[in-house]
């Protein structure tokens, strides 16, 4: 059995650019960073930057389109994708890219707003109030195992 399955949650590069192929479909193109921190052996804190082209097809791109822009924060779950073409300079090029199936915006005013290829339009949060998040103690006699 194989799996392709990537989830990332970082903040978009750029705004998407979307385009139009000549069949009418649309598709998005996007920067996504994540990052990572740790303190290594000696106790210094590091910090790793990774960088994610993402494509998003469809509905999916339009949307992402409209709502996202530089600096939005966002859940992606796809597949990983590699294409070579030769450039124009004649330099074989690669290209590894996250083909979006699905994504959550996490902005504030987006977050529980959640999309998926299924042609599904956004949903925001309810505009109620917010409602207060109870938190209660965890006892360790509680948990099962």
């Known amino acids: 059995m194989d799996l392709n ?12 650019e979307l385009r139009s192929l000549p069949s009418g479909k649309s598709v998005a193109t996007m920067g996504v960073a994540t990052g990572r921190a740790w303190t290594d052996a000696n106790g210094q804190k590091q910090k790793q930057t990774e960088f994610h082209n993402v494509v998003m097809w469809g ?12 600096g939005s924060k966002l859940y992606v779950e796809g597949r990983l994708q590699t294409r070579d073409w030769t450039g ?28 998926s290829t299924g042609g599904a339009e956004p949903v925001p949060a309810a505009d109620a109030a917010p409602q207060e998040v109870i938190e209660e103690e965890v ?4 948990i099962p195992f």
């Open 5 to 16: 399955k990537v989830m990332i949650i970082g903040r978009l590069t750029r705004d998407p």
């Open 59 to 70: 509905k999916l791109g339009e949307i992402a389109n409209q709502y996202l822009h530089k």
């Open 88 to 115: 124009q300079d004649g330099a074989k090029r690669t290209r590894t890219e996250v083909i979006a199936e699905s994504m959550i915006m996490l902005d504030s005013r987006a977050a529980g707003t959640s999309l």
């Open 139 to 142: 006892r360790v006699e509680d």
